[in-house]
């Protein structure tokens, strides 16, 4: 299995589109191509940052961009 880990520089819409792709696709990834792709860091300048060598929880990055209060990133938070 190829582990491949990604700093996203950003998380608008490409980034958000991406991260959904990523968490979609995960499974024919890793039976069809034998690849793992884990996002060990996002940085924003709204959201701040948030970096994590065993990986962030995308589920939680997502619903937290999308949240009202529009709060910051903590990288605690989102560890996966």
């Known amino acids: 299995m190829k582990n ?3 700093c996203m520089m ?3 819409n490409v980034g958000k589109a991406f991260a959904r792709l ?3 696709k995960s ?3 890793a039976s069809d191509y034998d690849i793992t792709l884990k996002i060990i860091a996002i940085t924003t300048g709204s959201h701040g940052n948030a970096i994590n ?5 995308l589920d939680i990055a997502l619903k ?3 949240s009202p ?3 910051k990133f903590c990288s605690g938070d ?3």
């Not at 060598?53 to 929880?57: E, L």
Request: hydrophobic share 40%.
């Open 64 to 66: 937290r961009v999308h």
């Open 78 to 80: 989102l560890a996966s």
């Open 10 to 12: 950003g998380f608008g």
């Open 22 to 24: 990523i968490q979609r």
């Open 53 to 57: 060598p065993t990986g962030i929880d």
């Open 4 to 6: 491949i880990t990604i």
């Open 69 to 71: 209060q529009r709060s």
């Open 27 to 29: 499974d024919v990834l």
